[in-house]
């Protein structure tokens, strides 16, 4: 587990440890969603998406490992610019608390 600053544009930087981990890489697409009140970050893959209940919001990792947390789930969860996220790896899923 890590703990990251949320910057001013509600980025958050991906541990490089969990990036290897998961095999995320740079400029990567993702899928951000929110559940149990945790967001939750997988890799996006495009060619099962319309067997699935659901598709969460689809982002891209950025050159710098980082990772914007939607607006409308920082204020769900009262993550405000300069706060502190933890972010840990479960069961193959990135989730920032």
């Given at each position: 587990?890590?703990?990251?600053?949320?910057?001013?544009?509600?980025?958050?930087?991906i541990p490089p440890k969990i990036m290897?981990?998961?095999?995320?890489?740079?400029?990567?697409?993702?899928e951000i969603s929110m559940e149990y009140?945790?967001?939750?970050?997988?890799?996006?893959?495009?060619?099962?998406?319309?067997?699935?209940?659901?598709?969460?919001?689809?982002?891209?990792?950025?050159?710098?490992?980082?990772?914007?947390?939607?607006?409308?789930?920082?204020?769900?969860?009262?993550?405000?610019?300069?706060?502190?996220?933890?972010?840990?790896?479960?069961?193959?899923?990135?989730?920032?608390?």
């Amino acid at each position: 587990m890590a703990r990251r600053s949320v910057d001013s544009l509600m980025r958050v930087l991906i541990p490089p440890k969990i990036m290897r981990k998961l095999g995320f890489e740079p400029e990567q697409e993702i899928e951000i969603s929110m559940e149990y009140g945790v967001i939750c970050i997988r890799k996006f893959e495009p060619e099962n998406f319309k067997e699935r209940p659901y598709v969460g919001i689809i982002r891209r990792i950025d050159a710098k490992t980082r990772v914007t947390i939607p607006r409308s789930y920082a204020h769900l969860m009262g993550i405000k610019k300069g706060d502190k996220v933890e972010i840990k790896e479960v069961r193959g899923v990135i989730k920032i608390l």
